[in-house]
């Protein structure tokens, strides 16, 4: 394995920071510490320590990741403060504006909040990214190696569009998956086997993807390429598609969430 990171500090090693960080591994970890007090083993490649008076002395990342907790924002960022000098600061914190991570670190802090997604577990991540003021070309170009590291990256100069973004691509991997367990739910009430309904309803959301992700046809055409005219999957759409049906829901569950993310920023 090359060395062909910088050193790195992250902050909260949970389910984001853990596959923020196995992508990292793969381009080439030279010195990375992790910051987390109830992580049990240190991540492979990576130096534990249980919190930041524990980093040995004398590190100096080139960049500080901060995936903890929105809720935890207001109590750790200061203690990171000292780092603000030399590196730049990633956060993925859902709703935490660069503004108020600033004043956190200190104005000068050179911040980039962003908003990736879990399935950078397996490198097919989307990242939207926003550099605040003070952050130079070197350190947006780092922070663009660290969030695009597993999959996609989009920059936009626009920081409230992340608070949309948060809810549509942060979220929207949750709402797949509750898809999948719909489908599964509606397989066993027509009859199907409970092990094969699981199956089936795994395999169809993963193979769809899998065919979006493969396909230059936009999703309405792949989805028109199912519907017989006449056919089941007519049917089952004219349920779904009703305007006071999926429509309605899919555009009041991306509003709630981006009220949710503007919340979260106080
Ligand atoms: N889970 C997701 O799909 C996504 C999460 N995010 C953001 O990532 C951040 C983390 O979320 P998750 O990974 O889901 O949560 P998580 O609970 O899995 O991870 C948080 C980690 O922070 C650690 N931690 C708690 N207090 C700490 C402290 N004072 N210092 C250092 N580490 C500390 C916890 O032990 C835990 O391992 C949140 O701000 C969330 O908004 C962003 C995009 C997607
Ligand atoms: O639910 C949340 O608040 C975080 C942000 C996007 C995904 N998980």
Do not use: H
Not at 38 to 49: I, S
């Amino acid at each position: 394995m090359t060395d062909t990171l910088p050193p790195l500090l992250l902050v909260g090693c949970g389910k984001m920071g853990g596959a923020m960080l196995a992508g990292w591994r793969e381009r080439g970890l030279s010195q990375a510490v992790v910051v987390d007090p109830f992580l049990a083993e240190a991540p492979q490649g990576a130096t534990l320590v249980k919190d930041a008076a524990a980093i040995p002395a004398g590190f100096a990342p080139a960049a500080v990741v901060l995936a903890i907790k929105p809720q935890e924002a207001a109590a750790t960022l200061p203690l990171y403060a000292r780092f603000a000098g030399g590196a730049v600061f990633a956060s993925v914190m859902a709703g935490k504006t660069i503004a108020g991570m600033r004043g956190l670190l200190g104005g000068g802090a050179a911040v980039v909040r962003a908003m990736p997604n879990t399935p950078a577990a397996v490198g097919r991540g989307f990242t939207v990214a926003c550099a605040g003021p003070g952050v130079s070309a070197a350190q947006r170009t780092l922070a663009d190696t660290l969030l695009g590291a597993s999959g996609e990256i989009a920059w936009v100069e626009e920081e409230g569009l992340l608070d949309p973004v948060t809810a549509v691509s942060g979220g929207g991997p949750a709402y797949v998956f509750l898809l999948a367990e719909l489908l599964e739910q509606a397989a066993i009430e027509q009859g199907i086997p409970a092990e094969l309904a699981r199956r089936m309803a795994r395999a169809t959301v993963a193979g769809s993807g899998a065919l979006l992700a493969a396909s230059t046809e936009e999703a309405a055409q792949l989805r028109k390429n199912v519907t017989s005219p006449k056919g089941t999957t007519e049917r089952a759409l004219a349920v779904m598609m009703d305007p006071a049906a999926w429509p309605d829901t899919i555009s009041r569950a991306i509003a709630a969430a981006t009220a949710r993310s503007r919340e979260l920023a106080g």
